[in-house]
């Protein structure tokens, strides 16, 4: 695999920043989207059980719906693609028997090579669900996947904008998750910056290197 240049990487996490208005003509294109869905599917999650589901908004008429939920701020309007991040709530079995069953599909070995790995996941979840942490542990793992996200679009020089402002039931009332194993956690609206965004032109302020950076 050839590498991305030391400077690529870093010109586009400089040119990157929370996007707080899009140009709502411009959409990105088919293949680039495309691209930015399998960076979100190729997110690494704890054990690899990717406890999570990504709800790709495009509709005019959803996005309107869901922007009163979400403070009424315009990004998910105006954004070319709207992606809301759900986990998957309380974690069992069922789900890691689904995991299991996709890597005797994909790395083809028999289902009982399998058993150990099966055990130790299982007692992790039952773990962490006796000290009522199991919720939040998979949450963490979604946001694994909005970074993942937000750096290839980066690379891609596509726009993007993170965000927690917005109320999640409602969310999930509109989205049709109410009653379901999943949950909103947190939402990217993602497209092309408008070109009057002042916010774009804004020096990153960042503590230096040496403050936040520990060497051993």
């Known amino acids: 695999m050839n590498s991305i240049p030391t400077a690529t990487l870093l010109q586009a996490l400089h040119w990157r920043y929370a996007t707080k208005k899009f140009d709502p003509t411009r959409k990105i294109p088919a293949l680039e989207w495309q691209a930015l869905e399998e960076a979100l599917v190729l997110s690494p999650s704890s054990v690899g059980l990717q406890p999570w589901k990504f709800i790709v908004v495009t509709d005019s008429a959803m996005k309107e719906k869901l922007r009163p939920a979400a403070w009424n701020q315009g990004q998910v309007t105006e954004c070319s693609h709207f992606v809301v991040l759900a986990v998957r709530k309380n974690i069992g079995p069922d789900h890691v028997d689904r995991h299991i069953a996709r890597m005797v599909e994909v790395r083809e070995v028999p289902a009982d090579s399998l058993a150990k790995f099966r055990q130790m996941v299982t007692g992790n979840l039952d773990k962490a669900r006796a000290e009522e942490r199991l919720d939040i542990w998979q949450s ?43 949950a909103s956690i947190v939402c990217c609206a993602a497209g092309y910056r408008a070109p009057d965004d002042k916010h774009a032109a804004m020096k990153k302020v960042r503590f230096k290197p040496d403050d936040v950076i520990v060497r051993i």
Request: net charge negative; aromatic share 10%; charged share 20%.
């Open 140 to 182: 963490h793992q979604v946001y694994i996947a909005l970074g993942q996200f937000m750096a290839s679009a980066a690379l891609l020089g596509i726009d993007t904008c993170p965000m927690e402002g917005f109320e999640p039931a409602k969310f999930d009332e509109i989205l049709g998750l109410k009653g379901t194993d999943h």
